[in-house]
T-cell receptor, first 113, second 114 residues
Framework: DAGITQSPRHKVTETGTPVTLRCHQT?????MYWYRQDPGHGLRLIHY???????DKGEVSDGYSVSRSKTEDFLLTLESATSSQTSVYFC????????????FGQGTRLTVV | AQTVTQSQPEMSVQEAETVTLSCTYD???????LFWYKQPPSRQMILVIR??????QNATENRFSVNFQKAAKSFSLKISDSQLGDAAMYFC???????????FGKGTRLHILP
């Protein structure tokens, strides 16, 4: 299994509070992604990174920010959580020489109450 | 906009039978990758099969094969000799070679009937 770890695995937070999810990889892969998975919507790309300090927005980036200060870590921050951000969040990694195959973390279930 | 469409939210197939899951995509790119991922109840995402757009030959992996129609922008997954362990959500995904994004469809939930 690819070395990719998400933390925390579960979190319940209150509306309006900041939340940071962490993705850590040991594969030294260049690309990292954050997705959210919701019933009826599949996986939607939030943000992605193509290198240290190089990030770009996905299709559902509003309300989210990311940072990548090291190759191995990609952080997703909800500045002020809302109930609409209740979801399962997946981190994924891929490398140019892996024909873009993505390896996924176990997911984080976030509940905003 | 680049999109991936899976028109079948749910499907059922009898054990040992063959089932085909549909996927279409919209792109102006000529060089890209296509994927099928499986997500069982454990929630773990597993790569089932991959197709490179420049290859005309359809990819196969044991009981799994694809029908890649580049002109029609269609990428269907055929599962032969369906097994109970094939029950899962299946996602079609697209990634253009010049870009770093990987875009997923909404998924098809596959039920295997014993």
């Amino acid at each position: 299994d690819a070395g990719i770890t998400q933390s925390p695995r579960h979190k319940v937070t209150e509306t309006g509070t900041p939340v940071t999810l962490r993705c850590h990889q040991t594969e030294n892969h260049r690309y990292m992604y954050w997705y959210r998975q919701d019933p009826g919507h599949g996986l939607r790309l939030i943000h992605y990174s193509y290198g240290v300090k190089d990030t770009d927005k996905g299709e559902v980036s509003d309300g989210y920010s990311v940072s990548r200060s090291k190759t191995e870590d990609f952080l997703l921050t909800l500045e002020s959580a809302t109930s609409s951000q209740t979801s399962v969040y997946f981190c994924a990694i891929s490398a140019p020489d892996s024909h873009r195959e993505a390896f996924f973390g176990q997911g984080t279930r976030l509940t905003v109450v | 906009a680049q999109t991936v469409t899976q028109s079948q939210p749910e499907m059922s197939v009898q054990e040992a039978e063959t089932v085909t899951l549909s996927c279409t995509y919209d792109t102006s790119e000529s060089d890209y990758y296509l994927f099928w991922y499986k997500q069982p109840p454990s929630r773990q995402m597993i790569l089932v099969i991959r197709q490179e757009a420049y290859k005309q030959q359809n990819a196969t992996e044991n009981r799994f094969s694809v029908n890649f129609q580049k002109a029609a922008k269609s990428f269907s997954l055929k599962i032969s000799d369906s097994q109970l362990g094939d029950a899962a959500m299946y996602f079609c995904a697209y990634s253009p070679n010049r870009d770093d994004k990987i875009i997923f469809g909404k998924g098809t939930r596959l039920h295997i009937l014993p």
